[in-house]
């Protein structure tokens, strides 16, 4: 279980965050501030390690994204 916030962004900041999430394949603005939030817990962090936390905390939200017939049929032939 998770706590929830609310976070209050200016119209500008909210856009263009919007847009990077989509551009780079976010599947909402939630998860690309849940991945930058992340990014900064875990930087001192070796690689090894701040990877496997980033691993449990994404595996959840990547399942929904990549259990899915259209990505199974996408890598088929790999």
Do not use: C
């Amino acid at each position: 279980m998770g706590i929830q916030i609310n976070l209050k962004l200016p119209d500008e900041v909210y856009i263009e965050a919007k847009r990077y999430s989509k551009n780079f394949g976010y599947g909402n603005i939630q998860e690309f501030i849940r991945e930058t939030i992340r990014e900064k817990l875990f930087e001192k962090e070796s690689e090894t390690t701040g990877g496997f936390h980033t691993y449990l905390a994404s595996e959840k939200s990547l399942a929904k994204l990549w259990n899915t017939k259209e990505e199974d049929e996408a890598w088929k032939d790999l």
